[in-house]
């Protein structure tokens, strides 16, 4: 299917590349496109351009894009797991950062599916191929507590329960400066961002998304420690809700600026999820895990101390 995109003056001198994938779906990655400006797919005013190619104001692109992204085969991988806790039903692992869910299309090995279908032999097809027993998901750069269903009763009800908000997440994460309010609610729609396709922002017609936090400690006027609890599940809503408020996290290279923060050996997003609480599927127990803090964001703590 082509589609045509016209450029504007937002993104006049973008390279080609770059422009291109802020218009095509999430899972086509910046490689493929390369790959298919070098092949024809993707011209300019009709006519063949390098991926390097500056676009201009007005330049109509065409864009052969795909119907469906291929299939994705996922295979098991033995990946070490932090396993907070484990039966028959459940298993709850403290993911490390870095390291993303479920595969993609760009992004098919290394994941924590990958490694659960070596950790768990009768995982595969609960809930799906490529996700298998996932019911909700945690940022890349993320770190933290995730639970994963292991058969069909578990997928349904912990899947009801975060769809109902049944559940109680709570995150701890370094945010920039101070705050006037040193515990509040905040209360912001949240969308997709209205250029940047592969951002989140506060917008008028956004969801209803609500981030309750305490400030714990304070570093000087350079950080802050935050707890934080979940009303709502929106993609990157602590991110883009303490964006909003003036304090991003330490670390994010989407809605921050991480290279001030290299200094306190900070090189990804200071958000781990260190708590997790839902209902048993089987027995309807109230549970609780608890992740501890990997050993990056212990380190920015006490960087940020002694400074």
Known sequence: MEENFLVTSR?????????????????????YVQKAIKHGQIIVNGNLKKPSYKVKNNDIVSIEVPDNPPKIEVLPEKIPLNIIYEDKDIIVVNKPPFMIVHPVFNKVTGTLVNALLYHCKDLQGIGGEIRPGIVHRLDKNTSGAIVVAKNDLAHQSLSKQFK?????????????????????EINEPIGRH???????????????????????????????????????????????????????????????NPTEDFKYGIRRQMLHALKLGLYHPRTNEWKEFVAPLPE????????LNNE
Do not use: C
């Not at 008028?204 to 935050?226: C, M, Q, R």
């Not at 979940?230 to 809700?241: A, E």
């Not at 990056?296 to 960087?303: L, V």
């Open 11 to 31: 993104e006049n001198g973008w390279r080609l590349d770059k422009f291109v994938v802020e218009k095509v779906p999430d899972w086509i990655s910046r490689n």
């Open 296 to 303: 990056d964001f212990k380190e920015a703590i006490i960087n």
């Open 194 to 256: 209205p250029q940047i396709r592969i951002k989140m922002a506060v917008v008028p017609d956004g969801k209803e998304s609500v981030t309750l936090y305490k400030i714990i400690k304070e570093f000087g006027n350079k950080a802050s420690l935050a707890w934080i609890n979940l009303k709502t599940g929106r993609t990157h809503q602590i991110r883009v809700h303490f964006k909003y408020m003036g304090h991003p996290l330490l670390g994010d290279e989407v809605y921050g």
């Open 164 to 184: 109902n908000r049944k559940t109680k997440k709570t995150y701890i994460a370094l945010i920039k400066g101070t705050m006037k309010r040193k515990n509040g």
